[in-house]
């Protein structure tokens, strides 16, 4: 029974702040590497954000790099988006996603498990 479930999103002005949890169950959450992919309407899923089981791997997309910080605890089976200095072109579906990846994490879709979104609006 694995799952993915993630809280957080919601409606905040530019500049402001949201953390985005994804709670793990049904696996070696610590085995695995973690990864955050948004999509905003008419555009394709894209990745923010992803790091690899051993911490040894991380990766920020440019649009967001300064900004987002990525993280996770593993005796929480928790992962985390910490967002700051939110921009309307943040808004998006955001979806965190986990693969069985020790040493590397992959800037593309080929992630095993999915959440199931939660929806972020920037907007004043």
């Known amino acids: 029974q694995v799952q993915l479930v993630e809280s957080g999103g919601g409606l905040v002005q530019p500049g402001g702040s949201l953390r985005l949890s994804c709670a793990a169950s049904?696996?070696?959450?610590?085995?695995?590497?973690i990864a955050w992919f948004r999509q905003a309407p008419g555009k394709e899923r894209e990745v923010v954000s992803c790091?690899?089981?051993?911490?040894?791997?991380?990766y920020y997309a440019d649009s967001v790099k300064g900004r987002f910080t990525i993280s996770r605890d593993n005796a929480k089976n928790t992962m985390y988006l910490q967002m700051t200095s939110l921009k309307q072109e943040d808004t998006a579906v955001y979806y965190c996603?986990?693969?069985?990846?020790?040493?590397?994490?992959?800037?593309?879709?080929?992630?095993?498990?999915w959440g199931q979104g939660t929806q972020v609006i920037v907007s004043s």
């Open positions: 996603a986990v693969d069985q990846m020790k040493y590397y994490c992959s800037t593309q879709p080929w992630y095993e498990y």
């Open positions: 049904g696996f070696s959450f610590d085995s695995y590497s």
């Open positions: 790091i690899s089981s051993s911490d040894g791997d991380t």
